[in-house]
């Protein structure tokens, strides 16, 4: 774990939101109690999460909307379940995201928000009347919207629409060209606007691995991520350098606007806010005309990035290449 956010840091990413995502009761919480008692280690690490992130269980259990969650695994989740799981984490689960049309949704919604947790929804195929009714109770934000969903869809309404158009709500966005393509990325851009975008890696555990297959995922020559034997994703292989990358490329994003996706507006979702001692020295390249980070200030510790901007690039990196220089 030590390992895993020095070499994010080396990326720029000051803080970050490990995510658990749907299994049993048991295995949830033995992974917040484990990974709480790893972070207690060094308080240096502990200060570089902004807390967990529990995207699941209550989410739908209908294929394409439940994404590569196991579905024995999806159910309702209770406060006090809840209750327990934050016990059991020390208290940092920050974020839940959850699929508002299950029955005991809004109360959960409600009784969320009253503990102090931003609420979410993703991997739901609620309709409008029951989206406005989530956010009615507490819900903030979309997590990962135009991704979580079936293949196919109606043209409208559909949970893309409805939640965009829901002032609302923030969306978090994948920009990595995969999970959303460049005109999706656009309209959501346009739609979201810049003080309620934000953009996050969703990097999955395999992020950086060899192609081949690992259990019941697999990762492909181009490093996307899939659950064996469908087409549906496992998380994404994104540093968050080349998503603001993407949004101003693509979506005609400017650099400051762009980068409040990855620092403010986060913040602010979580009622934080940025680190005034933090800041990353990014460089810009006119022939490809990316940015990339090439060193910086975390946590009181400078580092210098020895990593290469290209993502296809850095296939294998987080297994092979060294961790960042720290001066």
Known sequence: M???IRRLAARGVGK???TFITASSEILAQALERLGEALSLE????????????????????DGYRGAHPLEAVRALRLDEFDWLQERAGGRIVLVTLAPEWPEALETIAGLKERGVVVALGHTAADGERIAQAVEAGATLS???GNGLAAELPRHPNPIWIQG??????ASLIADGLHLDDATLTCLWRIKGPERTILVSDDSPLAGCPPGQY???????????????????????????D?????????????????????????????RTVDPGDYVELEWDRTSGLWSVRGGEIGGRRFRNPATPNRRDRMNSWR????????
Not at 43 to 59: C, K, N, Q, T, Y
Not at 247 to 271: E, F, K, M
């Open 2 to 4: 030590g390992r895993l």
């Open 16 to 18: 970050f939101c490990p």
């Open 43 to 62: 308080s240096w690490l502990s200060d570089r999460v902004a807390g967990f992130h529990l995207e699941g269980p209550m989410i739908s259990p209908r």
């Open 143 to 145: 997590t990962h919207l």
């Open 165 to 170: 158009a829901e002032d609302r709500l923030m």
């Open 215 to 241: 259990g019941p995922w697999w990762v492909d020559e181009q490093g996307t991520v899939r659950v064996v034997g469908t087409s549906y994703l496992a998380g994404a292989n994104l540093d968050l350098i």
């Open 243 to 271: 998503a603001v990358n993407r949004l101003i490329n693509v979506a005609g994003a400017s650099l400051d606007q762009a980068l409040a996706c990855v620092t403010t507006n986060p913040a602010r979702l979580l009622g």
């Open 320 to 327: 092979e290449e060294p961790e960042a220089i720290w001066d």
